[in-house]
């Protein structure tokens, strides 16, 4: 997700993060309530049968929400996790199994230095002080990604938050930084290259399962989706950006006009009923 441009005279723009990057949530769940529970509360219109078990979202427009008000864009990104934070209770509550957040793309090292260093400082605290509340909530973090790339302190408190989050169950949480969907396809094509190499696989052997395997969203839980059923973007942007390429193949796409900051209860359940009233063929004519 590229960021938003800015002047040059806008220093304190520069100690925000962009329109189009956004922290980690902190999920806010009712009191004392499980999934379980809630299950049965589904607002009118959704069907707990039909709903997407992974739900993928491109965050877009928290600049541009700031902008409106006459704010700073620091006021957008609050916005905007907030907007998250309720787009993770929902999901727990109302049954979606994953949710997949990007935000921030392997493009986006290409900004000013003070803005990169500023949002991986972000990143580092707001998933250090997640991690509690993921334990209590039963949610479990993973970060994808060029990880390389990140600093060592956000790596370390990364695999810390991923591993002490890694028998939660209710929600599959995934976090996207510097990640990129033509990288991602490319990295699966090396790993299977120096499998064919190491004569650990034959060439005929590689399916699209086994590439598939490969991807950095793959998971060792036959029983989380790592494809997303529905992928939704704000803002009015109609492109995918580097997102998910070979995961949302068969995704149903939402784009709606809604800024980021405002997208609510009523924004989410638009999307899911939307879900629900396509026929998904995968290809396959029903007769």
Not at 96 to 111: D, G, K, P, Q
Not at 195 to 209: A, C, F, G, N
Request: contains cysteine; aromatic residues 8%.
């Amino acid at each position: 997700m590229p960021f938003s441009h800015h002047s040059p005279a806008a220093t304190s723009q520069l100690l925000a993060p962009s329109r189009r990057t956004l922290l980690l949530p902190l999920p806010c769940p009712r009191a004392g309530a499980t999934p379980a529970a809630e299950a049965v509360l589904l607002p009118g219109g959704l069907r707990a049968e039909s709903l997407p078990r992974h739900v993928a979202v491109v965050m877009d427009g928290n600049s541009r929400w700031a902008r409106a008000r006459g704010l700073p864009s620091a006021a957008g990104h609050e916005a905007g996790r907030r907007a998250l934070e309720e787009v993770v209770r929902l999901s727990r509550a109302w049954g979606v199994r994953a949710l997949t957040a990007f935000a921030f793309s392997h493009e986006n090292w290409s900004r000013p230095r003070v803005e990169v260093e500023f949002l991986m400082g972000q990143f580092e605290r707001a998933i250090r002080e997640s991690v509690a509340e993921f334990l209590r909530d039963g949610i479990r973090l993973r970060v994808i990604g060029d990880s390389s790339r990140l600093p060592v302190s956000l790596q370390k408190i990364a695999r810390e938050a991923e591993e002490a989050t890694r028998s939660n169950s209710q929600l599959d949480l995934t976090l996207a930084i510097s990640y990129s969907g033509r990288r991602d396809i490319v990295q699966a094509c090396r790993n299977l290259a120096q499998k064919v190499h190491d004569k650990l696989l034959r060439p005929e052997d590689i399916d699209e399962t086994i590439f598939a395997d490969e991807l950095e969203t793959s998971h060792a839980n036959a029983e989380l989706p790592n494809y997303p059923d529905l992928l939704i973007r704000t803002s009015g942007e109609l492109r995918l950006s580097n997102f998910l390429l070979w995961q949302s193949a068969y995704a149903e796409l939402f784009f709606t006009d809604t800024l980021w900051p405002d997208f609510g209860e009523a924004d989410y359940l638009e999307a899911l009923v939307s879900f629900q009233s396509r026929d998904r063929r995968f290809g396959v004519r029903k007769l």
